[in-house]
């Protein structure tokens, strides 16, 4: 059904494609795949808790350890074909190529990919009981934190927090590993679907809460102690990122320590910024600089006008 | 490619497993499907919203009579079953378990569960006209309240208030059932959408407005009147929720009455605040005390501080 | 398992159906495909960021032009049937009916929505080029701007920003053609994944720049310059919307001229309000006037209390 302008439509769309040296500069790369990584989160929920994710059901009956050695299997082989394509995507040795012919080990590009590969395989899941274990804590944190919460399957099950706090320790685990990529892809994926915004830099303590979760945002940089508080609509953010790139590396974002609430809508900016222990940071305050331990901070005075109708303004 | 360190891995995960009483205690249950529930969701809007959804198209020549009829059993096998695993899943009766060779009448485990579900049902789809009637005033509310709305079928078909509504009218009712895990499951299908987060023990009067609607926070006792408007980032919450378990079931969030309006990101809070009806609560305003009828309340002389280049802070 | 009262619960849906004009007053119209609509969003990524969404992966040794004539003859067949399903749903004139057995030229139901579709897909693949240019500079807009972004790839692949603008660039594309439905179902996609909410009437110029974004909001007459930032939660609002459908049409959002940053939960309301060239709006402001240019607005002397145990309220 197209006319003339098809041929003309497609030239200026190529063009742009020469025009712009992010299109085609890699040949042999593959980018990592997002549903592959979807993937990954799946199958990792079903091992770290079984009994509510996927379609078998564990019972003592059943050996758990063989359930948990089979899917580890095929969790290892599609990670570490997702970790040879983000790291052969942003390698600056020009011979390793997905498909250069050069294949190491089903799959792997070079000798120095496989390596690493295979070191940060190892290291990750020797990390998976520790976190199973941290995110049991999570689990009773947003029960014990939550009136709502009918039970910890529920929070399980059910709660968006968890999730996302979930997705972030798996993340953050490959992010400390130099993994390129893939921690960014899981972190997005767990903000599309609950609205927090966790970044995989960002180091976490246990008993950690976050009740509706929408619109919280946690830079990459900020460091959050043990029994942390964070409702809904809190940003721990930076003062200002106008310095762009120039920042990057540079601690930008706060410190909350133990047992520190912050209520809904609050905003923690700056990376010297530190939030004392068991200190309650109340709802819609901006709090740009430190306060010591047990500190209670609000808006002095909120000065709220109400006005009856006939009253002038 | 798993070397010696899969055995110990599995190991300490199982370890985990034995540790925590969440995993294993109830051999037997399994959780109703998060997959099941949400073509619930789906099936029963087409029944509500015949010619929007679902790929078949009404028109006066087909019997809608037998649609609706045909539509209505499947979801009731659907719903039957999982009311079935939620109750059993949170039943304190050792012998309601699923498969445990005691089946009535397809899939019961027990005959109180049996009797449960059966009630439940007859309840639920009692309510479904009724439900659909104020669905109907809620498209209303949202096609005059909003001046970008072209129709109001683009507002059945496009806008993530009505979904986050309809999905919460379902659940309520459910939850005024007593059905446990469901209700909760079903909002968080909504809010993973939307971005809206509705308790489903909350009270809804009828020609309820929410638009744009991210992160917008419903809690699960609060109580609003009819002809109510919503803006995004609103949260109707408590105001402090450090009581945890021990405030379940007590009254904590806010009670707005009819025809109230409570523009972007202001907050309500606390159980024994009251918003008399009439009254326009500006954006960003925090509010935790009760208002009379026909207020309007905002930041009285919000201090804003405007600087030009050159001029010192 | 239904009992006695099916019947009852069949005929009171029905009655609802016939109580209420906006079921069964267009016979043989089809509302258009969110399924068909997200497909072509999904297509069109794959044309104009090539090598990064869909399976097959361009090297130099494919020819592109191949590649993009074919994918977009495909994308026209899709667009072509969802716009004369959209244009045929909204027609006032009674023979545009799909289905009355008056197909013209493979689907159109009239001469009149044959020559609009035609007409709209010609303006609209003559506007891609131009559409995949500006993308180009936002693209570069949120690498410049975000400390924690790893690479150009990583933008393009993960960031939920560039996600939103990309579909906001479609939709307002079909917008200004005068296309009914399609656009706001475009946003809306993009709204769900993301909880960004751009309407499809919005003008925004190059190097656009959300990060994080959850809770944007900005509405259909916003006007934007050139490389204005905002960050998450940011709304720019109207005043009041009390007016409802009366203010169809009417200019009610801001607008904000070039170089301009809006920090998180910042509000900016009204359709006067201009936000002059370089200016700084700090977080959580709430902004309901003009700026002259360059200036840095914040909450003068926000009084933030903050209590040690022991002290009085």
Same mark, same amino acid.
């Given at each position: 059904?197209?006319?003339?302008?098809?041929?003309?439509?497609?030239?200026?769309?190529?063009?742009?494609?020469?025009?712009?040296?992010?299109?085609?500069?890699?040949?042999?790369?593959?980018?990592?795949?997002?549903?592959?990584?979807k993937g990954l989160i799946t199958e990792l929920r079903r091992v770290l808790f079984p009994g509510y994710f996927g379609p078998e059901m564990l019972s003592p009956s059943t050996s758990p350890s063989y359930f948990i050695g089979q899917t580890l299997i095929d969790i290892?082989?599609?990670?570490?074909?997702?970790?040879?394509?983000?790291?052969?995507?942003?390698?600056?040795?020009?011979?390793?190529?997905?498909?250069?012919?050069?294949?190491?080990?089903?799959?792997?590009?070079?000798?120095?990919?496989?390596?690493?590969?295979?070191?940060?395989?190892?290291?990750?899941f020797?990390?998976l009981p520790e976190i199973q274990r941290t995110l049991l804590t999570d689990v009773q944190a947003l029960y014990d934190?939550?009136?709502?919460a009918g039970s910890k399957e529920e929070v399980i099950f059910t709660y968006p927090g968890l999730y996302a706090i979930y997705v972030?320790r798996i993340?953050?685990?490959?992010?400390?590993?130099?993994?390129?990529?893939?921690?960014?892809?899981?972190?997005?994926?767990?903000?599309?679907s609950?609205?927090?915004?966790?970044?995989?830099?960002?180091?976490?303590?246990?008993?950690?809460?976050?009740?509706?979760?929408?619109?919280?945002?946690?830079?990459?940089?900020? #460091? =959050?102690? +043990?029994? $942390?508080?964070? *409702?809904?609509?809190?940003?721990?953010?930076?003062?200002? %990122?106008?310095? /762009?790139?120039?920042?990057?590396?540079?601690?930008?974002?706060? #410190? =909350?320590? +133990?047992? $520190?609430?912050? *209520?809904?809508?609050?905003?923690?900016?700056?990376?010297? %910024?530190?939030? /004392?222990?068991?200190?309650?940071?109340?709802?819609?305050?901006?709090?740009?600089?430190?306060?010591?331990?047990?500190?209670?901070?609000?808006?002095?005075?909120?000065?709220?006008?109400?006005?009856?109708?006939?009253?002038?303004?």
């Amino acid at each position: 059904m197209f006319g003339d302008n098809l041929e003309r439509i497609v030239a200026a769309i190529e063009k742009n494609y020469e025009a712009d040296e992010i299109f085609f500069t890699k040949p042999g790369r593959r980018f990592p795949s997002r549903t592959a990584i979807k993937g990954l989160i799946t199958e990792l929920r079903r091992v770290l808790f079984p009994g509510y994710f996927g379609p078998e059901m564990l019972s003592p009956s059943t050996s758990p350890s063989y359930f948990i050695g089979q899917t580890l299997i095929d969790i290892e082989s599609v990670l570490r074909e997702q970790l040879i394509l983000a790291l052969t995507y942003t390698s600056d040795d020009r011979d390793d190529l997905v498909g250069s012919g050069n294949h190491l080990c089903g799959g792997c590009t070079s000798d120095s990919i496989c390596e690493q590969t295979a070191d940060i395989c190892t290291k990750f899941f020797d990390a998976l009981p520790e976190i199973q274990r941290t995110l049991l804590t999570d689990v009773q944190a947003l029960y014990d934190g939550d009136p709502a919460a009918g039970s910890k399957e529920e929070v399980i099950f059910t709660y968006p927090g968890l999730y996302a706090i979930y997705v972030y320790r798996i993340a953050h685990v490959l992010y400390d590993l130099g993994v390129p990529i893939i921690p960014r892809v899981m972190t997005e994926i767990a903000h599309s679907s609950t609205g927090i915004d966790i970044g995989a830099g960002a180091h976490i303590g246990e008993y950690f809460f976050i009740d509706h979760g929408t619109g919280v945002v946690i830079g990459e940089t900020t #460091t =959050i102690g +043990d029994h $942390v508080k964070l *409702y809904q609509g809190v940003t721990l953010g930076a003062l200002s %990122t106008r310095g /762009g790139q120039r920042l990057a590396g540079v601690k930008r974002h706060p #410190t =909350i320590e +133990d047992n $520190v609430t912050i *209520y809904s809508n609050a905003s923690v900016l700056g990376g010297e %910024t530190v939030i /004392g222990e068991g200190s309650v940071i109340a709802g819609s305050t901006f709090v740009t600089f430190s306060v010591p331990p047990h500190s209670r901070v609000s808006v002095k005075e909120q000065e709220i006008r109400v006005r009856q109708p006939g009253e002038r303004d």
